[in-house]
């Protein structure tokens, strides 16, 4: 297996983690870009009936739980995407009973006075069009196919962009050392010394 830092040999390339570039997953990605962490967040709970747990679901590495969370991932923004404010999920943990889908619904930041009384809104919202969809494939999030239910909101980050810490959760492991938080108009990215077109880069060849 020549791949490095996570990648799974295909047979005929390298299937790389996210954040990581080249043919053999060798390099960290230049820019990693983690704006949408920045808004409120509802955690949510998804039960799948129609596919049993394995255990490389438990390998986020693994091609079974990319191809997983690709699947869940496209169902999700087909259900929410009527939904205001809605920023896409992040799923977090998947564990056994059938499959049970622990993820993170992303939410642009409300506007008004009234944050947590509009992520309530929102959470119900989500609920409400979760138990409506006609979803294929034997899933449904109302009992009995997938089962989902609010266990919190999130709230949003109002400090703390200029700690690496930031970036190292979501930095491939072996170069989260590197990586720290740029602020631009509009995003929040995680880079290196090596990123182009930012103050202070240098000249970065072959890793």
Known sequence: ????????????????????????????ASTINITAELGPSILMLARVTNRNFSEDLRDTSSPTY???????????????????????????????????????????????????????????????????????????????????SHRRSGTSLTGGFSSPELCRKHAPANFSRYYYPYRTQNSLLCITNCTLNVPGSINCNSG
């Open 66 to 148: 990319r191809s997983f969370v690709d699947e869940f991932s496209r169902t999700m923004d087909r259900i929410y995407h009527n939904i205001s404010g809605y920023g896409g999920t992040r799923v977090l943990t998947l564990t056994r009973g059938s499959v049970v889908v622990n993820y993170k619904v992303m939410l642009h930041p409300p506007a008004g006075d009234k944050p947590t009384t509009d992520l309530h809104h929102r959470a119900r919202q989500l609920l409400d069009a979760a138990n409506a969809a006609a979803q294929p494939q034997n899933c449904s999030h109302s009992a009995g196919r997938c089962q989902a």
């Open 1 to 28: 297996d020549p791949c490095q830092n996570g990648g799974h040999w295909t047979g005929t390339f390298c299937l790389c983690p996210p954040n990581t570039d080249g043919a053999r997953c060798q390099f960290g």
